[in-house]
């Protein structure tokens, strides 16, 4: 029983080249959570998907960042023209509405590094 | 900004020891809940509490939730060095239609061995 599967693990891009981030939730889980977190910093939020639908992505830069979350494979979190900026570690975590009722309990992965040179 | 401030940033204490982390936040809440990330890794849920509870127990945590003065603190007794960590706590509450959940600012507890 697999849990939230993040790759890759550590990424390294030169400024103005694309990044893709990929997340496999956890068997049975079929909402998304993004979210982005500095060095010594909390997790800030990023954007929710479910399957075909972004539901919330308040927390998403209105430039250069998109994610989907597509009927067949993996979250994708993309960022397009890297800048040093977004040197930081990606979260990706999932949850099953039903687990908790009435609550929210994020299952997380263990999280995408990236640098930006 | 963040919904929920930990107090302190940063605690060091000898194993064996207890360790308290607070957390403040602004608004009405579903749930409160406790995540811990090692270093370099994911954040691991640790246990919630429900709006209409007021303390909750789990192994050698403790959580309490005081809704009148929007706070919690999280109690960890009898510290070990494996307790190392950077703690979360996180709300939940209803918002753009779904429960969302938001984090705050994290306390690193570092445990001597």
């Known amino acids: 029983n697999a849990g939230v599967m993040q790759n890759p693990r550590h990424l390294v891009r030169r400024r103005g080249q694309e990044a893709r981030l990929r997340c496999s939730p956890m068997k049975g889980h079929s909402h998304v959570y993004w979210y982005r977190q500095l060095p010594e910093e909390g997790l800030k939020f990023m954007v929710y998907?479910?399957?075909?639908?972004?539901?919330?992505e308040s927390g998403m830069p209105k430039e250069r960042f998109s994610a989907e979350f597509p009927k067949e494979g993996p979250s994708i979190l993309r960022i397009q023209q890297v800048v040093r900026g977004d040197s930081a570690a990606y979260f990706c975590a999932s949850s099953s509405a039903g687990s908790f009722p009435g609550a929210n309990v994020l299952t997380f992965g263990a999280g995408s590094r990236l640098t930006v040179l | 900004s963040q919904q929920g401030e930990e107090d302190p940033q940063a605690l060091s204490i000898q194993e064996g020891e207890n360790a308290t982390m607070n957390c403040s936040y602004k608004t009405s809440i579903n749930n409160l809940q406790w995540y811990r990330q090692n270093s370099g890794r994911g954040l691991v849920h640790l246990i919630l509490?429900?709006?209409?509870?007021r303390e909750k127990h789990s192994g050698r945590l403790r959580v309490t939730l005081d809704t009148s003065k929007k706070s919690s603190s999280l109690l960890i007794t009898a510290s070990r060095a494996a307790d190392t960590a950077s703690y979360f706590c996180?709300?939940?509450?209803?918002?753009?239609?779904?429960?969302?959940?938001?984090f705050g600012t994290g306390t690193k507890l570092q445990v001597i061995p």
């Open positions: 509490i429900r709006s209409n509870e």
């Open positions: 998907l479910q399957k075909e639908n972004i539901i919330d």
């Open positions: 996180a709300t939940d509450a209803r918002g753009g239609g779904y429960q969302k959940v938001t």
